[in-house]
């Protein structure tokens, strides 16, 4: 038996050996003959491996367009500001334990300590709910796809 892979070759499903349609080829010839006996591939891809295909694509598409949207949020920080901003939030929110960033922060920018503490937390705020509806978004069309039975199913569910 084969599969058809396309429009220049077969893969032979006994041992998954890719056989160029080449006249000389042993393998093709051999091919050619068990179709004149009336053979016919399987065909590229069955309904199964199509809609495989197709939630393995719009899982990636939907992930990717998450990621744009969590980019934007640190688009122009830099990735060491943005990494200091768990350190920021549990300081800010833990005042009054040894707060060596905001105190440094606070000095080296001129301002007022509690002044920064109330921008954390409300910078903090925003970003947790910013990413919260995205990251919501991303598993209500992760669930979609996980209902989804037809290629159309998942060509419907869009960011």
């Known amino acids: 038996m084969y599969k058809s892979n396309g429009e220049d070759s077969v893969i032979r499903l006994s041992d998954g050996a890719y056989i160029p349609f080449a006249d000389g080829n042993s393998d093709y010839e051999e091919y050619k003959q068990w179709v004149k006996n009336g053979g ?18 719009k899982k990636s598409e939907i ?19 943005v990494q200091s901003w768990s350190i920021q939030e549990k300081e800010a929110r833990n005042p009054t334990l040894p707060t060596p960033m905001i105190d440094a922060l606070a000095l080296s920018r001129g301002i007022d300590r509690v002044e920064l503490i109330g921008r954390i937390i409300a910078k903090a705020d925003a970003y947790a709910a910013y990413v919260g509806t995205q990251l919501g978004k991303l598993q209500k069309l992760e669930d979609q796809l996980a209902a989804a039975t037809t290629i159309s199913d998942m060509e419907a569910i869009q960011w």
């Open 40 to 57: 016919a591939p399987d065909p590229q891809h069955t309904e199964s491996e199509r809609v495989d295909m197709a939630i393995s694509s």
């Open 63 to 81: 992930r990717s367009k998450f990621d744009e949207a969590i980019a934007l949020v640190t688009a122009g920080a830099n990735p060491n500001e």
